[in-house]
């Protein structure tokens, strides 16, 4: 096995947005007629598409959110990512050194990515290759937004790891065939995260993003090896 691309999750991988993105959706939702935390947005959204998790609360509340929720929703969000986001620790790092080509697979909306990886410098290194579930039918837990992105790379599922840090990301790059690491090092990850992670089916876990160009580079030794 040969490692020619890595697909980053973006949320909680790229940019440590998972805790101002709950507590952005708690808030609006509650005041909008869902009453609801953001542990309990985390325990039951992460990594999920939006639109997912939209029909979700539609089913349960009998109607659709409004137009008002979303744009309530967009500008709270946009306004607590310019001001607190933050990359996560070493990433700007680990793109400097990796040989292999990257790519962004998100659950998030391509509006919200230029937000959040724009704030934090990352979208400039990454365009264009920055895919969204918009762009396929089912989102993350399915493979679909994994098999799209490795075949707009132009590499095969087998040759991609994948950095995921929610169940529902794992579940998908499993089912796409990728190899899968989980990462565990943003605020939203407490103890027993890495477990939970490999207990979903994560090849590894963890914390430090400056570990990552060993762990490909270990992983693909392994499986030559093998």
Do not use: W
């Not at 946009?78 to 998100?106: K, N, P």
């Amino acid at each position: 096995m040969s490692v020619d691309l890595i697909i980053f999750d973006c949320d909680g991988v790229l940019v440590d947005s998972e805790v101002i993105s709950c507590r952005a959706h708690a808030d609006v939702l509650t005041r909008h007629g869902y009453p609801i935390t953001p542990e309990q947005v985390s325990a039951r959204f992460l990594g999920r598409s939006t639109r997912q998790a939209n029909l979700e609360i539609e089913t349960e509340l009998g109607r659709k959110l409004t137009e008002a929720y979303h744009g309530d929703l967009q500008d709270q969000l946009f306004r607590s990512f310019e001001a607190d986001l933050e990359a996560i620790r070493g990433i700007h790092d680990v793109l400097d050194v990796v040989t292999q080509a990257v790519c962004v697979a998100s659950s998030g909306s391509h509006e919200r990515m230029r937000v959040s990886l724009g704030r934090t410098s990352l979208y400039q290194r990454l365009a264009p290759n920055i895919f969204s579930s918009s762009q396929v039918k089912n989102g993350k837990p399915a493979p679909d937004l994994f098999l799209f992105a490795a075949k707009e790379m132009g590499v095969a599922p087998e040759r991609c790891v994948v950095i995921e840090d929610s169940l529902a990301g794992i579940a998908g790059a499993r089912a796409a065939g990728m190899t899968v690491f989980g990462f565990c090092g943003g605020s939203h990850c407490g103890g027993g995260h890495a477990e939970t992670l490999r207990e979903a089916g994560a090849d590894l876990t963890f914390a430090d993003m400056h570990q990552l160009p060993d762990l490909v580079r270990r992983v693909a030794a392994n499986a030559l090896a093998g």
